[in-house]
């Protein structure tokens, strides 16, 4: 037990790069497509089970981090790989590895056509994802924020719809261009740490430090040179997440995708963007971040109004999901600049609670595109009486995503919004105004997604060939109801993942508000442990 | 009689120094004398000459991990520095592969494989005298050995016409450079009195006319540039690139690109280095360095920009084999500004490495194409490329891989590669350096779209035409398997060959 | 009275750069080496005046590696002039475009 | 300016001029009565009389030859390329006559004429050379020249319009560079003897060689035969002598040409055969160096007059020198009149295949010779 | 009297040169050309450098020449044709030109305008015998390497002047239009 706790994060990386191994083995020596499923199936079972240890006992470093390890990884570069969990990252971990089982029980039918390297590709995703949230290294973390473009671009291009080359190579350069810039900060990162201190390094744990105890500052006259790397930063995240206008890439992606794909992405690929941000942004640089706040406030604001605007005009259901999710990435990236304990713990809880619904929004969208070979919602209508079950999951989780009270959606995005009103960093009362303009993109959101359930579920069944479809099976039954559990457990129940996640996220929100100057972000992590 | 045979007795002569060069040169005789005798016997000749690039490889190690070794020697024309070490490695690196992947092209077009061999070889020497040449003589003629070897490796296939105008479009194009190369190197003779690089670089200070200085190393950097294909002295390669044969092709983007970026660092960055005090360095220190920081920002941005257009598959990567000409230039201005003698050698030894990750990579991809264009090279579109991914799934993830390598994505030999020489160019933390470095990651997030288009065509769309998987010959095989594990093992463990190409403690300027 | 050393270079500068529009000027592939080798000789004329200048061999060392070059470049040169001739029956440069400029 | 030192700068030059002057009529005078000569024994080789109408045996039919030329209609072909044209054969004249500033007619004089010649110029001319300008490369210079002397037949061949000089041209160039090597080769072990390119260098070392080798061609026979056999190929006599060959080629390069033009043809190719017969004599038959001549002056108490250094010895040496010459003329003439001619190919194949090896051969055996010798 | 001389010959040079690049006619070229290097093997005379001059005219004159002028004969050349396509090369032609001129200018004057001395040694350097001295000792590595270059030089040589075959038709067809 002991070596798994000490190498649990490692293990969990290399869970699925051994599973594809062993898949492409099987295929290899067996020739046998239909047992990869279960293989794939097995294998992402074990990595959510391993990550469930996470929630168990373990002893934090010096630094505030579990399970940490560090060991040098290319010298010549000055690159370590440092990786370890808090409370920030271990969530999004767990979301990713809870996911993973579900997106591929989603595929059980509908990959036909070469299931080898999709489930491949699935596994290495789910690698590269768990990379992403627990590197400590910067260079380490662009590695895997890479790494996870190259499966996904495949997952798009391969299985995707009709316009999927399209999408994958606007994925891939949107993403890769963002995430490029980035690595010329990490770089100048590296030398400023250099010339400071005397040390080249990599490590975001070492470079927090020497910035938090003013032996790197950008103050002054490197002022510019500070809000410069941040924007780079968040360029790369923006691009992610996606906010406003770096948008474009997401429709195309989300909707030529397949359905485990579109799950996938929406699900935890663009919380990388909004981790990456509160994770890196806000303590590297936290006077760019508060002096840009208003930018990307009002960014947010535009995100939320126009993807609820345009979702409200989309002819296609998975397209409209698409771009609900640019709305609530939006009250993410809003709750994330205010800056305050409550917008941030919202955007955290936000992101877990989007995690899960739009991915189970996809999968009902999937589930409904198998049988009928079309998305656009003027094919169905009156659906509630031929499939009643699936209408019966379908509006709850749309309620979900609206922001229901007592459903997951409600907790985070009321966060936002109380963190936001009584943030202090617009001046006077637009902070209040802010609010109030993302508080009408919930009204928005309520608007497109029930007119869409009234246009497809209620009625009369108009379409001859919606009059035999068949409802839900059981394998779809089981695929959503943990994901509807967990709707109305973090509906009714947040405490666990706001309490836990809480020291972090305070850690971050004192950072940034410039509130531990001359302290260390040692003390702070070991005063959140103690909390706990 | 007026003899001075006592000198010639005892002439200025290193053996060990130059024993790589040697052995090769020799294996490349008798590889040639071989042929005469018993010809069209490619797998003994291509033997020997594997036995004789390992031999090499031997020598240079050894020179390489003597305790004391001897710095230099041919007074002062031959050097033993870091830089010409790693170097060497990556030519004879090159060397090795290109034979191996030369076999099925060989057997194809029933190609005289001892004098293919021959040429190789002696190129191949050429390359190896261009990084250890101390000398301007010596690197001109390594440089002239290795262009007139590759001169008729490019017009090989006599009866293709493309090899033809390949052949005759390098030949012209590669002999015009030589004469501008050569012209600046007359100059700054001139201006200094010596061609010794060393003593060059002492000289400058003491200069007789260094107005000279400035225009020779004006028309040392069109010829090295028309070399190394920077923008705008690349017009040559894509048609060059597109003609040759594609072993040929694969081996120019890799060797004599990294032997003229040998001999560029050498005389630039050695040669008219930043003297303390001294202002005439001063000035040619800033002009070559703004120069070479703007010939970077074109070559990568037209080598990307044309890439795109492209519908041939040869074209393409000899445009992408122009944009990492930029991206290496990044590495090498970094060479030029770095502040201290460790940094300098550090940015050195970042080009060595991105140069071998370059070769690696390349040649890996070459080797799929020339597998894939059939005999006569005829199968090099895009076109061609159509939804073979999953009928040949070996040829095409390897080709996917490479392609990934020379974008530069993590994990793989090209992102330490890149990272290494964009890191030097940050170090010196000027504001040109900073946009320099922008601008070449703007190129990377360009190059993805033809790189990924490759992927794309390969596995995205559907096989129209019938499609019968190529025959793997071992050799190629080899090749991959090697290529492969070399991408992986630089992009995962490069630290070892990294600190190795940089860890001579040898310094020719603080001699 | 003897020239100076301006004059040489003077004089090798002129021969190379008109060496060196002929090279552009010139439309088949014979035209264009001869204005090559016009310009390495202007380079040996730079290369004998410096070394007269500084009484230092290496000079004219280096104009006879040229030559051996030169002669090498011409040997090789040739050849690949007369294959693209036998097949191609041109060495007009402009019909060189099979591949695409 | 003095006019002493003008009188000073111009004497030698004026000098030079003169002595130029001299050797070239001379050259031209041995060339004119060479051609004679070759008539008349070909004559006789073939059971003939020969020209012997133009004064007595014959003796000014050269010149009658000369006035023909002159007087001959110059036709110029239609289509031919003028400039090119008219260039040949000067060309082919002025190469074949510029090597005769370097040939050593003679020993060195030591005259003391101080007394003659006013403004020092008595010092300047204390030694005479029997050489006009005794240059420091003077091998390679006589090989570069002959080397430029191949575009005199190529530009008349090309320049023609006609197939056969074309024909001819191409074939006379390509045999002249191929045996130019051998040739070249061949003299590289006569250089390593003496360790020096300047040819009055050549004879001093050979000269000064021990008594076995007085004349080169003792150590370097092989070097003689090859150079005496590429001699041949170089001057395009029988039996080499096909880019003339009647039978396939008319008369070769310069089918086109008569008159005036031909003749400067034909002048040039008799003062090769001059010139090649000159540089063996030089290289290997000591050129005027007679063995023993000095050695025997010595004993007979005629130093005064055939001692080293005075006139005496000059032209004795000299007429020995030009006795050489003959006898070389002679063998020319002689072959003509009994070998017949290769074919192209064979020529071609003997010239790489045989001639080249062996005298690269002959240059590594003398190369370790010469340097275990000096050991 | 040797600065007359330089001029004449200088002149002559250039007018080689000129002619050279003037003519349509490669062998017109040719011919210039060898003009050019019979200049430059005087200059060199001037310099005291008889070694290289004679070296020039053997090697330039005697070997490369006569192989260009043998190739010009063999393939039997015509005159150049008009050029028709890549108009945009004469501006770039002109503007290289320039450049290359006013660069020339600037070494003039950078090289007038600096007091120098040549040195003494200048007069022997010249000599075969310091030539020959040079290349077995000091220089015997780049003298070596030659040969190698040379050797391969042959190599190259006869691979691509070996006899063979007809050309590659299918390349021919497939991608040009009409024949010569």
């Known amino acids: ?532 | 009689m007026n003899f001075f045979l006592a000198e010639l007795a005892d002439p200025n002569v290193s053996i060990p120094l130059v024993l790589p060069e040697m052995l090769l040169a020799v294996t490349g005789i008798i590889v040639m004398l071989y042929d005469s005798l018993r010809p069209g016997r490619r797998r003994v000749t291509g033997t020997i000459s594997m036995i004789g690039l390992i031999l090499s490889a031997l020598a240079l190690f050894s020179l390489w991990s003597s305790p004391n070794p001897e710095l230099s020697g041919f007074g002062g024309m031959i050097v033993a520095d870091s830089l010409r070490m790693s170097f060497t490695a990556v030519f004879l690196l090159v060397a090795a592969l290109t034979i191996l992947i030369s076999t099925v092209w060989v057997e194809n077009e029933k190609v005289h494989a001892g004098e293919y061999h021959t040429l190789l070889l002696f190129a191949t020497v050429g390359m190896m005298f261009m990084a250890s040449g101390n000398d301007l003589v010596i690197i001109f003629l390594g440089l002239e050995t290795l262009s007139i070897a590759t001169y008729v490796m490019a017009g090989m296939r006599r009866r293709d016409l493309r090899s033809n105008e390949s052949a005759m479009k390098y030949f012209i194009l590669g002999s015009y450079a030589s004469g501008f190369l050569l012209y600046g190197m007359a100059l700054v003779y001139g201006a200094t009195g010596t061609t010794n690089i060393t003593e060059m670089a002492q000289r400058i200070g003491d200069a007789q006319f260094p107005a000279l200085l400035l225009v020779g190393a004006a028309m040392l950097v069109i010829g090295f540039g028309f070399k190394v294909a920077t923008v705008p002295f690349h017009v040559w390669t894509p048609d060059v690139y597109e003609g040759a044969p594609s072993p040929v092709t694969g081996f120019m983007a890799a060797g004599p690109k990294a032997a003229g970026f040998a001999s560029f660092l050498r005389v630039f960055v050695l040669g008219f280095p930043l003297l303390a005090g001294v202002q005439a360095s001063a000035f040619l220190h800033d002009s070559w360095v703004t120069a070479l920081t703007v010939m970077a920002i074109l070559t990568m941005t037209v080598g990307n920009v044309a890439a795109i257009v492209q519908n041939n598959v040869k074209r393409m990567l000899a445009y992408s084999s122009i944009a990492h000409a930029g991206y290496a230039l990044v590495g090498f201005v970094g060479a030029g500004v770095a502040k201290t003698t460790s940094g300098r050698d550090d940015a050195i030894a970042a080009v060595a490495f991105y140069m071998l990750t370059y070769a690696v990579t390349n040649l890996g991809a070459f080797a799929i194409v020339t597998l894939v264009a059939r005999k006569n090279d005829r199968r090099t579109d895009f076109e061609d490329y159509n939804g073979i991914g999953f009928r040949s799934p070996v040829l095409a993830f390897s080709l996917s891989l490479f392609m990934l390598s020379l974008l530069g994505l993590p994990l793989t030999a090209g992102f330490i590669g890149k990272v290494l020489v964009f890191r030097p160019a940050l170090e010196a933390g000027s504001t040109l350096m900073v946009t320099l470095v922008v601008i070449a990651v703007i190129n990377t997030a360009i190059s993805a779209y033809y790189y990924l288009r490759l992927i794309v065509v390969m596995f995205f769309r559907e096989r129209s035409e019938e499609w019968v998987e190529p025959r793997m010959p071992t050799a190629l095989a080899a090749v991959l398997v090697l290529t492969i594990i070399g991408v992986f093992y630089f992009g995962i463990a490069g630290n070892n060959v990294i600190e190795m190409f940089s860890n001579y403690p040898v310094d020719v300027q603080m001699r | 009275m003897e020239p100076g050393l301006g004059s040489y270079l003077a004089l090798s500068g002129i021969l190379f750069s008109i060496g060196a529009v002929g090279v552009i000027y010139k439309r088949n592939a014979i035209g264009m080496f001869m204005c090559i080798e016009l310009m390495l000789n202007a380079v040996n004329l730079s290369f004998v005046a410096f070394s007269r200048h500084y009484g230092d061999v290496t000079g004219q060392l280096f104009v006879f590696v040229v030559m051996s070059v030169a002669a090498a470049e011409a040997a090789v040169g040739l050849g690949i002039i007369i294959t693209f001739f036998r097949n191609r029956l041109s060495v007009d440069v402009d019909d060189a475009s099979i591949l695409k400029n | 300016m003095e006019f002493e030192s003008v009188v000073q700068t111009v004497f030698p030059f004026a000098v030079i001029a003169v002595a130029i002057f001299l050797a070239f009529n001379g050259v031209l005078m041995i060339v004119a009565y060479t051609v004679l000569a070759e008539r008349k024994v070909l004559g006789w080789i073939q059971g003939r009389i020969g020209p012997n109408r133009v004064g007595p045996w014959g003796v000014l039919q050269p010149f009658a030859d000369l006035l023909k030329f002159i007087f001959k209609e110059d036709l110029v072909p239609d289509k031919s390329t003028k400039f090119i044209y008219y260039l040949a054969p000067l060309v082919a004249l002025t190469a074949a006559l510029m090597p005769i500033i370097v040939y050593p007619f003679g020993p060195s004089i030591k005259a003391d004429l101080s007394e003659w010649l006013p403004y020092g110029l008595g010092e300047t001319f204390s030694h005479i050379p029997l050489v006009i300008a005794d240059l420091d490369v003077g091998i390679l210079y006589v090989l570069a020249i002959t080397s430029v002397g191949v575009y005199g037949i190529a530009l008349a061949g090309w320049s023609s319009n006609s197939k056969y000089s074309l024909m001819g041209g191409l074939r006379s160039s390509a045999q002249m560079i191929s045996y130019e090597l051998a040739m070249g080769a061949s003299v590289i072990g006569v250089v390593l003897l003496s360790g020096t390119l300047s040819l009055t260098g050549i004879i001093d070392a050979q000269i000064h060689s021990p008594w076995w080798s007085k004349w080169f061609i003792v150590p370097q026979f092989v070097g003689f035969m090859v150079f005496l056999i590429a001699a041949f190929a170089e001057t395009n006599r029988v039996p080499f002598d096909l880019p003339e060959a009647e039978t396939e080629l008319v008369a070769g390069f310069h089918t086109e040409y008569s008159a005036l033009k031909f003749a400067l043809f034909f002048m040039a190719e008799y003062v090769n055969m001059f010139t090649v017969s000159v540089m063996c004599v030089t290289l290997f038959l000591g050129g005027w160096y007679i063995p023993g001549l000095d050695w025997l002056a010595r004993q007979t108490d005629l130093v005064w007059l055939f001692g080293a250094g005075t006139v005496g010895y000059a032209v004795v040496s000299h007429v020995g020198f030009l006795l050489k010459i003959f006898a070389f003329l002679f063998l020319y003439i002689w072959i003509r009149g009994t070998l017949p001619r290769f074919r192209f190919d064979q020529l071609m194949n003997f010239g790489w295949k045989f001639l080249l090896p062996v005298a690269l051969a002959n240059v590594i055996l003398t190369v370790i010779v010469v340097f275990f010798w000096h050991r | 009297m040797v600065s007359v001389l330089f001029f004449i010959l200088a002149g002559l040079a250039i007018a080689c040169a000129v002619s050279c690049v003037y003519h349509k006619n490669p062998l017109y070229s040719a011919v210039s050309l060898i003009g050019v290097f019979i200049s430059l093997a005087c200059i060199y005379l001037t310099l005291a450098a008889p070694f290289i001059a004679i070296v020039q005219i053997l090697v330039y004159a005697g070997a490369i020449m006569v192989l260009v002028v043998f190739v010009i004969m063999l393939l039997n050349l015509d005159e150049d044709k008009p050029l028709t396509r890549l108009r945009y090369l004469f501006p770039i032609g002109g503007v290289l030109g320039l450049v290359l001129l006013a660069q020339t200018l600037f070494i003039f004057y950078a090289v007038t305008k600096t007091p120098h001395t040549s040195s003494e040694q200048g007069n022997v350097v010249g000599q075969s015998m310091s030539i020959g001295r040079a290349m077995y000792t000091e220089y015997l590595l780049p003298v070596e390497i030659v040969g190698i270059l040379l050797l391969m030089a042959i190599v190259g040589a006869m691979i691509m002047s070996r006899r063979m075959g007809e050309p590659n038709l299918e390349a021919v067809e497939g991608s040009r239009e009409g024949g010569d």
């Open chain 1, 1 to 532: 037990m002991d070596f798994i706790n000490q190498y649990l994060l490692t293990i969990l990386i290399l869970v699925p790069v051994i599973g594809t191994a062993a898949i492409i083995a099987h295929q290899v020596f067996w020739k046998d497509e239909s047992h990869l499923k279960w293989l794939t199936l097995g294998v992402t079972v074990i990595t959510f089970l391993l990550s469930l240890l996470l929630l168990g006992s373990a002893q934090a470093s010096a630094n505030g981090f579990y399970f940490e390890q560090n060991t040098p990884w290319i010298e010549a570069i000055g690159t370590n790989y440092h990786i370890g969990v808090d409370g920030l990252s271990l969530w999004l971990v767990l979301l990713t590895t809870f996911i993973m089982p579900i997106a591929v029980i989603s595929t059980w039918h509908a990959i036909e056509k070469r299931p080898l390297a999709f489930y491949a590709f699935m596994l290495l995703l789910e690698s590269a994802m768990i990379g992403v949230f627990v590197s400590l290294d910067l260079l380490v973390f662009y590695l895997f924020f890479e790494a996870s473009l190259v499966p996904m671009f495949f997952l798009i291009g391969i299985w995707g719809g009709k316009q999927r080359i399209y999408a994958a190579v606007k994925f891939f350069i949107y993403t890769a261009l963002g995430s490029l810039l980035m690595l010329v900060a990490i770089i100048a990162l590296y030398y400023l740490h250099l010339q400071a201190t005397g040390i080249g390094t990599f490590d975001y744990v070492t470079l927090l430090g020497s910035l938090t105890a003013g032996k790197l500052t950008f103050a002054g006259s490197s002022a510019y040179v500070g809000t410069l790397l941040f924007l780079a930063f968040a360029l790369a995240f923006s691009i992610k997440v996606p906010v406003f206008p770096f948008h474009t890439w997401l429709p195309d992606a989300h909707t030529e995708a397949p359905t485990a794909g579109s799950v996938i992405l929406a699900a935890i690929l663009l919380k990388m963007g909004t981790y990456g941000m509160m994770r890196f942004n806000f303590t590297l640089f936290p006077e760019a971040s508060r002096e840009l706040a208003w930018v990307f406030i009002i960014l947010a604001i535009i995100g939320i109004t126009y993807g609820a605007l345009v979702a409200m005009v989309q002819p296609d259901v998975k397209r409209l999901v698409a771009y609900s999710s640019v709305a609530h990435m939006g009250f993410v990236v809003l709750g994330m600049f205010s800056f305050t304990e409550q917008g941030m713990q919202g955007a955290l809880y936000t992101m877990l609670a989007h995690g899960v619904t739009t991915g189970a929004l996809f999968l009902l969208v999937g589930f409904i595109y198998e049988r009928r070979h079309t998305r656009e919602i003027s094919e169905y209508g009156g659906l509630s009486s031929v499939m009643p079950i699936y209408s019966t999951v379908f509006v709850i989780t749309a309620m979900a995503s609206v922001g229901l009270p007592f459903l997951n959606g409600f907790v985070g995005e009321f966060l936002i919004m109380l963190g936001m009103w009584s943030s202090t960093i617009l001046p006077g009362s637009w902070n209040q105004i802010a609010t109030m303009a993302a508080g009408t993109g919930v009204i928005f959101a309520a608007v497109y997604l029930l007119w869409m359930i009234q246009r497809v579920f209620f009625g009369k069944v108009t379409n001859e060939k919606n009059k035999s479809l068949r409802d839900l099976d059981l394998r779809e039954i089981g695929l959503m109801a943990p994901l509807l559990f967990l709707m109305v457990f973090m509906g009714v129940y947040p405490k666990p993942i706001l309490d836990s996640s809480k020291p972090s996220v305070v850690a971050i929100q004192q950072i940034v508000n410039g509130e531990t100057r001359g302290g260390t972000i040692t003390e702070l992590n070991t005063e959140g442990t103690d909390q706990q």
